[in-house]
């Protein structure tokens, strides 16, 4: 079921405290924050950024945004006022700000896909080589009160979706390979190396660009995956395995975002068609 359409290439969906919705747009004539009804039939530009990429909103109603275009993280007021937050870490500039969220210290954690968008999709059409490219990607947490960034690792090829387990670890996934690394969380500090959790690629699938994109943990430790080019939601269970495979509509699911709790829904944004499928699940999301 469709719970809006005429979107341009939607992603990072956001539930709201009154029940609506932000996402981004991130088609070239698009290049926007969405902000969408409840009820999905009406929606207005909160801001035209460039070409947003992920979305996180904080305990102030702040959204964060990780902008793509310009590659900076971005500050934004639900009133349309924005303000580039920050752009590099240390002298290193940032490359393509994918994904965000927030993690149990209160920090703000930061994937980036480590090549430049235009290098990987020229034009916005993906290079026919992409198999052979090596981006550097890395992953950062960032102290919004203090505006202080530290990048956390990096040598991921085409970091992507990032989330919290309820075991306060971090999960971070990798587009090119289709695996969701974790990195421990001890005594209220993140702390490496990355180790492997999983994998969602289909082996059966034929051999095309696929692979995870944005994810969200469930409260019952189940962490749903939606799986660019593979038409699905990948769902693995606390162990890594995977317990489930969800169809979407369209091959090109982007993100997604768990309902109001009791819903048992997941809203998934989906770039082939331009829509936010609403697709039933076994479980509610895990708090943000």
């Not at 993100?255 to 068609?273: D, K, Q």
Request: charged share 20%; with cysteine; aromatic share 10%.
């Amino acid at each position: 079921m469709d719970f809006t359409t005429g979107l341009g290439k939607p992603e990072a969906p956001v539930l709201l405290p009154d029940g609506s919705w932000l996402c981004v747009e991130m088609a070239a004539d698009r290049g926007c924050v969405t902000h969408i009804s409840a009820d999905g039939k009406t929606r207005c530009v909160v801001a035209k950024t460039g070409r947003p990429n992920g979305l996180a909103l904080d305990k102030n109603g702040v959204v964060w945004v990780a902008e793509s275009s310009t590659s900076a993280l971005l500050r934004l007021s639900l009133n349309g006022r924005v303000e580039k937050f920050l752009s590099e870490c240390n002298g290193e500039p940032f490359l393509f700000p994918n994904d965000l969220c927030f993690g149990p210290d209160g920090n703000l954690y930061m994937t980036d896909s480590g090549i430049l968008p235009d290098q990987f999709a020229p034009g916005g059409k993906l290079r026919p080589d992409y198999a052979s490219v090596k981006p550097d990607g890395r992953v950062y947490q960032i102290s919004v009160q203090a505006k202080r960034v530290k990048k956390l690792d990096s040598g991921i090829l085409f970091t992507n979706g990032i989330a919290f387990g309820p075991d306060k670890n971090l999960y971070v996934n990798e587009t090119l390979t289709g695996m969701i690394y974790r990195y421990s969380w001890r005594d209220g500090v993140i702390v490496g190396p990355r180790e492997r959790f999983g994998n969602v690629i289909d082996p059966a699938e034929p051999d095309f660009f696929k692979g995870p994109d944005g994810m969200k943990f469930a409260a019952n430790g189940y962490l749903y995956v939606s799986v660019f080019g593979q038409g699905n939601v990948t769902v693995l269970d606390p162990n890594g395995a995977v317990a489930e495979r969800v169809q979407t509509r369209g091959r090109k699911p982007t993100n997604l975002a768990f309902g109001t709790p009791g819903s048992r829904r997941i809203y998934v944004t989906e770039a082939e068609y331009g829509a936010i499928e609403v697709l039933n699940v076994d479980a509610d999301g895990l708090p943000l």
